[in-house]
């Protein structure tokens, strides 16, 4: 018997369908020993689970931020699952995102080996995410990252924007520069992957980690909406963003805007090219 199916037979006081984004199913589950969270697809989405477990751990063991205690992935009733304690939310600290920056950039600075990937390939979003170990960051994110996005968009794309962005590739070492050193990242690290915990400060969920470049995590904040000024002056402290971040980013948020290509349609298309001409602007 599964951890999940042995909590689900204890006296459940409530059950209810809560948000999970548009990927999966997610339920609370009240039971006499304490909350649960859990979240469920299809069995052939095990391994996004499993994955999504990967980051998390990886992320707690940097002792630094919040993150979901994670009980058991698996899968029951052809469905497979993310079970997880639930996370009581509380009001935010008055010094939230200055506090939410330190730890985040703290994470940043926790390096493990020098290489840029991850253990294991895992997922943005449904996309499959490779993860390959690299010594240099630029081939990482030029190989591991653009290349297998346009491959997977040229059917939403044209020639002379394909023609762009393999330019862009085939001079990324004049955009981008390599870090002293891998940082854990997030990797999907937008607001809606930021809650408030019972403590006050900010939590983080729904990973697609590596080993990269602290950089990616800030750019991506950015993309949808951003945070308060007092968040990035605060991280800046830290000396985890260098000269150049400014151009840099674009190159970093294109990955996430043509994945939204990729997954969500032609609805995207327009942010795409607008990212690629920021990016030829700033050459």
């Not at 969270?37 to 992320?59: C, H, P, W, Y």
């Not at 870090?179 to 006050?200: A, F, R, Y």
Request: charged letters at 20%; one cysteine or more.
């Amino acid at each position: 018997m599964s951890e999940f199916d042995d909590i689900v037979k204890k006296k459940v006081l409530s059950y209810h369908s809560v948000a999970g984004g548009d990927i999966n199913e997610a339920f609370q589950i009240q039971t006499e020993d304490g909350t649960f969270f859990v979240k469920m697809n299809t069995i052939s989405n095990l391994d996004m689970f499993i994955q999504e477990r990967k980051g998390i751990e990886a992320m707690a063991a940097c002792h630094v931020i919040g993150t979901p205690h994670i009980l058991q992935s698996g899968t029951t009733n052809h469905h497979s699952y993310l079970l997880m304690d639930y996370i009581e939310s509380g009001k935010r600290i008055e010094s939230y995102w200055q506090v939410f920056a330190q730890q985040l950039a703290n994470m940043h600075r926790t390096f493990v080996g020098n290489q840029f990937g991850f253990s294991s390939n895992n997922y943005i979003g449904l996309t499959p995410q490779i993860n390959t170990f690299c010594d240099s960051w630029i081939t990482f994110f030029r190989d591991y990252r653009l290349r297998p996005m346009l491959e997977r968009n040229k059917e939403n794309l044209y020639a002379s924007d394909i023609q762009r962005l393999s330019k862009i590739m085939d001079h990324l070492d004049e955009i981008l520069i390599e870090p002293e050193q891998p940082s854990l990242v997030h990797g999907d690290l937008w607001s809606g992957n930021v809650m408030t915990g019972k403590d006050g400060k900010a939590w983080l969920i729904d990973p697609a980690c590596y080993y990269g470049d602290a950089e990616v995590d800030i750019a991506m904040t950015e993309l949808f909406g951003g945070f308060p000024q007092t968040f990035y002056t605060t991280y800046r402290q830290y000396g985890c963003l260098r000269s150049g971040y400014e151009k840099r980013k674009n190159v970093y948020n294109l990955y996430h805007l043509l994945n939204h290509l990729y997954l969500f349609g032609y609805g995207y298309y327009g942010s795409v090219l607008h990212c690629i001409e920021k990016i030829e602007r700033s050459w």
